[in-house]
């Protein structure tokens, strides 16, 4: 039997390993580094089983899954990169990518890494918030290297459909990082802005499902995306600056009292809006 | 029988005619100005029958509810102001309250006015949008008058209570046109501005729940947000202008590379959202 390893089992690690079970002939192991979250994990039956010791599952993983946060990626795959099994496949899970790519080059030549971000999760950290259905109808985005197998990307495709994702996009790191400043990063700054209103607070009692979805992710990990934000800062930055300007441009107008030019911009971008047409999260929870 | 009409029969009206079905000893009546919503209506069972008659029903209805746009609102609580039943009550469903509350002036002393406003919709209008269920768990926002009768409270607390209302906040009309500023219409002036960014259709296959969540609302009834941000400029502006000064400090502290900061920073937001606790929209749909 092939294995998966996944290591880190929180939000994403965790939902990963339970996604994944049953998949083709793979067994899925969870590597933890703390007793509880283990014994949680052989509990509720998060992958096929549960260890605290990587060090005898690594050279015989197939695949090599790291779940954690961007630092600890990096520093996982510069300390453990003689450990990985040759001809094996090592992947991730994290919203940034070219930090990773450029982290993933002390890996032996005879290992293949392709970069993966899966476009899902919720504003909860933690095993405990974990559940299989949390990739269900999200976007996978891969970064495969230059040197990439087919075989490891088909590979990856295969478990993207099992794990419920409507599709597989491939991409650079760079082209994914510009983006992703804009559709993550970006509305993670958007949530805690909004947040920090001496508002919020008195506002309870007040608040629609636009306030709910546009704030949801401002209870966010603060290391994660203290990370996120760092190695993505350039282009986040500029994104921001094109954020500012353009909410400027409907304070001005708004401020102005000219209704027939605030109602030709509305229309502009309540058309352009309806024409990206994304569906958004369900209103009646 | 008693009587309550719903004056114009789009998303909310339509969704308030069909919630508001079986309701204590009523009837219920929608009042729309065009053959084809009061087909929709009558074969739908949107309320318990429609009309495009209203001339024959205002004088006899105990409740008008007026589902129409501010301006409208307020034209019709002019152009029929002596038509209503005496001792009947009118309220409405209209997310700014100052200017509904100042064009109910002109009713007669035997009408009483109650505003009110639920806070719930979807970006979608009309009709064949509406749903029953649209209500569920929402709050509803009274603005009686000082005048207004206990008895007409009291019954907009049991229709609140039948439709699924999660609850009543009672408050002046200053007061929430403040806070709706905030809660509701800078969130879609937030969801407009991201969808002026010309990354927008680029980033097609790269967007996960936080963009559809802040973005949703984007696709809105432009002129009836033209008018709700209109008659509520200055409060909107005064909550913009916050919003660009926090957006700007951490725009400044990514952009200054400073890690430490960010991260207390990060941290403050995260816990204000953590302490304000609202439920977000389920992300599994």
Redesign the interface.
Known sequence: MKKILVVGLGLIGGSLAMALKGFEDYEIVGAARRQATVDYANAHGVGDRATLTLGEELPQADVTILCMDPDGIVDFLRSHRAEFKPGSLVTDVCGVKSAIMTGAECLPEEVDFIGCHP?????FSGIEHAFA?MF?H??L?LTPRETSRLEHIALMERMARYIGCR?V?KTTPQE?DA??A???Q???????????????????????????????????D??L??QL??LN?PA??M??????A??????DV??S?D?EK??A??????G?????D????????
């Not at 958007?190 to 009692?205: K, M, P, Q, Y």
């Not at 994304?278 to 209103?283: N, S």
């Open positions: 476009m899902a999760g919720t504003e259905e269900q999200s976007h985005i599709d996009v994914h983006i992703l804009y559709t993550s970006m509305m993670h700054v958007i949530a805690v802005s909004v947040c920090d209103d001496e508002n919020l607070f008195t506002c309870r009692g007040f608040e629609g499902s636009s306030f709910r979805g546009c704030t949801r992710v401002a209870a966010l603060v290391e995306w203290t934000f760092s800062a986040l930055t994104c921001l600056d094109t954020l500012l353009h909410l400027k441009e409907y304070r708004i401020a009292g209704r605030l109602n911009k509305l229309a502009l971008s309540a352009r809006k309806r024409e990206m994304l569906p958004g999260p369900d209103l009646l929870s």
